[in-house]
């Protein structure tokens, strides 16, 4: 299964350990100068990875517990160095070649073998999409991933796990792919440009800041080079958004979390981002549209007497999951005592089960129920086929036509409808791809209100859809379950399969439904809605000072004048202004539809906003230049919180009509108090050098 990464491991190898390294380094150089508070930044540097890396370590913790329990168990049977037969219990990554493996109903059969022992129906449609099972013999070969459905058998492992036709497939696919993102491909672009231009700013920070105090002799023979290294490590800090990239991490991590409480296994931390952006959606029929049980719709031209007979049919060993619906269907009828004389369970080479009864002469009538093309060939079910319904029919030796008519159909979710009407509102595509029959395909797809449905896909069908949509532009998530859709949900921009899916289908999802609820999908596009709309509002905050600071920094440079701040101001302004209810922000609901250009509308509002608070602070500066740095840092604190309360809105809400403060409002008044009392207490005024 796939290794979850979240943003932060994908940029920590590159830009984001690069900022680190300049960091450290002007810390160190700011140590020389004796102000230990003015490396407060690194401080808070190392906090905010604490808290990144203890989330990251938390959710991982939480997924490895959810992959345990998609870990099935299987009894083998093993020889020693002795050749002594010893019966195991052992995940399917332990079993060897030579093992005998005991399967039964509900196995999925974990390596390619050979039947021993046993009659057994299993389910392909993992490998052929085609939902009719095949019975398999002493002899029979089987395929690893497939599903034993009807009986059980001793197998013997004809290849190890790893050398499994199901684990080569996931081998190929699973080659590493990070998830679609525009959130981390937007903070990377950003990240990298500033990155370019850090060095040599601060080269021409340092030489400016030198002159200013007379050049390099004269700063280094009066002690002012103290001053000029710490307003270029001041420019150095501001440019560097510490936070944005742990900040982000901490949010996918939280939300991975989150969606692992209701059995939900993010395998790649920003899938849940990937979601929100989907527009198309590719289904496959079971386990999502239909919950892969069997309903009994209706019984046709039933008595008490035959209902009674047809209950004992179901009675018998080794029944199917069809047998056990119309068990279930008849229980809460009123049924006769019937007194059976000779059985024989269902046999899936004859697709029929049988019983014998005693008439009222006392003569012996047999009873068979199965598969009408099998027992009574000459009736025509293609009128129910047609409305995607499964016919049995229940005959007696004494008549060619059948007696009863029972109609089935896989039992459709009951969510389902709404669900797909809430993807439809929600401006996402929704089709059917299944490998099951066009028209019980079609059928069932309608009844839920999906129109464009393709039956009998192949694989490379499925492959093919995918690679079509997002070569139109479209951003594709599909479900699937089965080896036949591997291919498929590797090239998709967002694989989803169930909990009881095929280990090669789950090895490349980047999302699993544990408990193969379809109904939380619509959960996860929330979590992925909320990730993009309050990420979109943090990394505004964030970028708005890299971009002031640059601003400043150039214009320094430009005319040759004294930066405004020192590191300690920068490192305030960030943790009242930026961490502090960038957190907040970043953590609170939100149902925000998703929208494309995040990087544009972050640098729509954070650039402008950024070279203001610049202009701004110039002015102050030049206007109040007896009062540096204090004049520089209250307008800094205001334009900042102004910033905060453009971002946070609302900051009122209507609750029984009337006006209230909301949280974000009293979160930006603490935070103000907070500042005032910063500057009218001495000794933090003097600490922050607020003076």
Same mark, same amino acid.
């Given at each position: ?627 540096? $740095? =204090?004049?520089?840092? /209250?307008? @800094?604190?205001? &334009?900042?919180? !102004?910033? *905060? %309360?453009?971002?946070?809105? +609302? ?9 209230? $403060? =909301?949280?974000?409002? /009293?979160? @930006?008044?603490? &935070?103000?108090? !907070?500042? *005032? %009392?910063?500057?009218?207490? +001495? ?9």
């Amino acid at each position: 299964m796939k290794s979850s990464r979240s943003i932060a491991s994908i940029l920590k190898d590159n830009i984001f350990t690069l900022f680190n390294v300049i960091l450290t380094i002007v810390a160190l150089v700011v140590l020389t100068t004796g102000e230990i508070q003015q490396c407060l930044f690194m401080f808070i540097i190392v906090i905010n990875s604490a808290i990144g890396i203890a989330t990251e370590f938390k959710a991982k913790r939480t997924l490895d517990k959810l992959k345990l329990l998609i870990d099935q168990k299987y009894h083998t049977i093993r020889k020693d160095s002795q050749g002594i037969e010893e019966v195991l219990e052992i995940t399917a990554s332990e079993i060897k070649k030579g093992d005998i493996i005991k399967l039964t109903v509900g196995s999925q059969v974990p390596v390619d073998g050979k039947v021993l022992q046993g009659n057994a129906e299993l389910n392909e449609s993992i490998l052929t999409g085609e939902s009719i099972n095949v019975n398999k013999k002493i002899g029979d070969k089987l395929m690893s991933g497939t599903l034993v459905v009807v009986g059980e058998c001793e197998i013997e492992a004809l290849s190890s796990h790893s050398d499994s036709y199901a684990t080569k497939l996931t081998a190929a696919a699973k080659q590493f792919k990070i998830a679609s993102s525009d959130l981390r491909d937007g903070i990377n672009k950003i990240l990298k440009y500033v990155s370019f231009g850090i060095i040599p700013v601060s080269l021409l920070m340092i030489w400016t800041q030198m002159r200013q105090v007379g050049g390099i002799e004269v700063a280094f023979s009066n002690g002012e080079w103290r001053a000029a290294i710490l307003s270029t490590a001041a420019s150095v800090v501001g440019m560097v958004p510490e936070g944005l990239v742990l900040l982000t991490s901490l949010n996918f991590a939280l939300s991975a979390i989150r969606l692992a409480k209701i059995n939900v296994l993010v395998t790649e931390l920003n899938s849940v981002e990937t979601l929100a952006r989907v527009n198309e959606l590719i289904l496959d029929k079971t386990g999502t549209i239909t919950d892969g049980t069997i309903e009994v719709l209706e019984i046709q031209n039933s008595t008490p007497e035959l209902l009674s007979i047809l209950y004992q049919l179901t009675l018998l060993p080794g029944g199917t999951a069809t047998s056990d619906s119309i068990k279930n269907y008849l229980q809460s009828r009123e049924l006769k005592n019937i007194k059976v004389i000779d059985s024989h369970s269902f046999d899936s080479a004859k697709k029929y089960s049988s019983i014998t009864i005693e008439d009222q002469n006392k003569e012996p009538i047999e009873y068979k129920m199965g598969a009408p093309e099998y027992i009574a060939p000459q009736v025509d079910v293609s009128k129910w086929t047609k409305q995607g319904l499964r016919t049995l029919v229940m005959k007696s030796n004494k008549t060619s036509d059948p007696i009863l008519i029972i109609l089935c159909r896989e039992k459709i979710r009951a969510e389902a409808k709404d669900i797909i009407a809430y993807f439809k509102k929600s401006g996402v595509n929704v089709q059917v791809v299944s490998g099951d029959n066009p028209t019980t395909v079609n059928s069932i797809a309608k009844e839920v209100g999906i129109e464009t449905v393709v039956g009998r896909a192949k694989p490379e069908t499925k492959l093919e859809i995918v690679r079509k949509l997002q070569s139109e532009g479209k951003v594709v998530a599909m479900t699937g379950d089965g080896v036949n859709d591997v291919l498929a949900l590797k090239e998709a921009d967002l694989g989803i399969a169930v909990g009881n899916a095929a280990p090669a289908a789950k090895a490349v999802a980047n999302i699993v439904l544990i408990d193969s609820d379809f109904s939380k999908l619509p959960k996860v596009v929330n979590q992925g809605r909320h990730v993009m709309a309050n990420m979109e509002r943090v990394a505004s905050l964030f970028l708005v000072k890299t971009f002031y600071s640059i601003t400043l920094s150039l214009a320094t440079i430009l005319f040759q004048i004294k930066y405004p701040f020192m590191p300690i101001h920068l490192t305030a302004v960030s943790a009242l202004c930026i961490g502090i209810p960038g957190f907040f922000i970043g953590l609170q609901p939100s149902n925000d539809p998703y929208r494309k250009g995040f990087l544009k509308r972050v640098l729509k509002f954070s650039l402008p906003y950024g070279i203001l608070v610049a202009a701004c602070v110039l002015i102050i500066s030049k206007v109040f230049q007896q009062y540096q $740095p =204090t004049a520089a840092v /209250i307008i @800094l604190f205001v &334009l900042s919180f !102004i910033v *905060i %309360a453009i971002k946070a809105r +609302p900051l009122l809400s209507y609750k029984n009509n009337t006006l209230l $403060p =909301t949280w974000r409002l /009293i979160m @930006l008044i603490i &935070l103000i108090l !907070i500042t *005032i %009392a910063g500057f009218l207490i +001495p000794w933090t005024a003097t600490f922050f050098r607020l003076y």
